[in-house]
Nanobody
């Protein structure tokens, strides 16, 4: 499975951005996809997840109500709509895919990772 993330950029606080992640290869093996983010010197943290064959989603408390994750199985893509962005949302965002049937928000449980896309929110 290969993952290609896109859509990052530099925006002002209160703005919106939409990240997209395209999956290719053995996509039929994916059970769960997620977005994580990381800032220098800190561990990678969970942002949002979606079951690849359903509509179940989950979000980190810090983004709940502002971010929304969706998927298009016909295109093998997942998107992360980020609204009301804050400076503390600044990070490199990674999409990830898991083949495990066990629900998880832990980075080590994910098998495939995209290359990361930078999101910078200025105050």
């Amino acid at each position: 499975v290969q993952l290609q993330a896109s859509g990052g950029g530099l925006v002002q606080a209160g703005s919106s951005l939409r990240l997209s992640c395209a999956a290719s290869g053995r996509t039929f093996s994916i059970n769960q996809m997620a977005w994580f983010r990381q800032v220098p010197g800190k561990e990678r943290e969970f942002v949002a997840t979606i079951h690849f064959s359903g509509v179940a989603t989950d979000y980190a408390n810090s983004v709940k109500g502002r971010f929304s994750m969706s998927r298009d199985n016909t295109k093998n893509t997942v998107d992360l709509q980020m609204n009301s962005l804050k400076p503390e949302d600044t990070a490199v965002y990674y999409c990830a895919a898991s083949v495990s049937r066990t629900y998880s928000v832990v980075p080590s449980m994910y098998d495939y990772w995209g290359q990361g896309t930078q999101v910078t929110v200025s105050s």
